[in-house]
Structure formats: C-alpha cells, structure tokens
C-alpha cells in the first residue's frame, strides 16, 4: 500500500515562495499520474497540477504559470515550487497518487497525505 506524506508547508507574506515535497513510501514506479491538490475548509479539494500519464505536467489555469512541479526519483519525493504567492493560495495542500490509465490520462488519485499547511499574509 502506497503512503504518502508532504512536508514543507508554512506561513510566508503575498509575494513569497515556499516548496513542498512529497515523499512516498511502497511506491516504486513512475511518478506518472502523481499530483498536488488544495482545499480550504469546507471547500472542495481541487487540483492544482498533476504529472499526465505520459509524464507531461497539467497545471490549473489558476497557477498562472507561477507553480513548478518536480520530482526527485532517487528520493521518492515529489516537489512543489510555488512562487508570487497570493492570500487565496492559503489551503491544505495534499499530494495524491493515481494510475495510467494506458494513454495520457490518469486514473485516481487513489493514495493522499495527510496535507500541509500553507498560509499567506498581507
């Protein structure tokens, strides 16, 4: 059984940066099909990015080409870089793992952390 815990989260000020990683435990494969969500509460959790099936990154249009996802394949781990960070990035932010489906697209996530927490300030 996979697991998977994120570290990295914290609080910064609007404008700043923080990297958050994932690191899996029984997860030996490809990181095809791993992916960053966030969810404030009692919201729905949403994607942010996730790595496709043929291993090409799918950002959400809100990122605005200010997150860079990353792995580390040597560390089981699976980063997250976000910069310019504004007060409605403020979540939960969980790392996920799904499966190929045989094409591009992704099956899951089947697998969560426990989430971190970001929180940005004025």
């Known amino acids: 059984q996979v697991q998977l815990r994120e570290s990295g989260g914290g609080s910064v000020q609007v404008g700043g940066s923080l990297r958050l990683s994932c690191t899996s435990f029984?997860?030996?494969?490809?990181?095809?099909?791993m992916s960053w969500f966030r969810q404030a509460p009692g919201k729905e959790r949403e994607r942010v990015v996730i790595?496709?099936?043929?291993?090409?990154?799918k950002y959400a249009d809100f990122v605005k080409g200010r997150f860079t996802i990353s792995k580390d394949k040597a560390k089981n781990t699976l980063y997250l870089q976000m910069t310019s960070l504004k007060p409605e990035a403020t979540d939960m932010y969980y790392c996920?793992?799904?499966?190929?489906?045989?094409?591009?697209?992704?099956?899951?996530?089947?697998?969560w952390g426990q989430g971190t927490q970001v929180t940005v300030s004025s």
């Open positions: 029984g997860y030996t494969y490809s990181m095809d099909c």
């Open positions: 996920g793992a799904g499966s190929p489906t045989g094409d591009s697209n992704c099956s899951g996530p089947d697998y």
């Open positions: 790595i496709d099936g043929i291993g090409v990154p």
